[in-house]
């Protein structure tokens, strides 16, 4: 979703940087709770003791992905698990 905007080969580059850990979260407004622990995108915004505000080295760099809505969730969980990788 993010392929023409001008920070995506940056955001990539960081993205393969390093290891990852990726998880699919389930439960009552999972997109909206983890999206508050994670932090406002731009660390500098970020509330105390999220993961940006801890973490982060940048806007770019942020440390962090979480998918912006349930509809986009489905969208990324199949383009990183097969159906039978999620356990519930």
Known sequence: MHAKRPFYKDLVK???SGPVVIQVLEGKDAVAKYRAVMGATNPANADAGTI???FAESI????????DSPENARK??????KAAEIVG
Not at 60 to 67: K, L, M, Q, R, Y
């Open 60 to 67: 770019e760099a942020n440390s962090v992905h979480g998918s």
């Open 76 to 81: 990324e969980i199949k383009m990183c698990f």
């Open 52 to 54: 940006r505000k801890e």
């Open 14 to 16: 960081f993205m393969t």
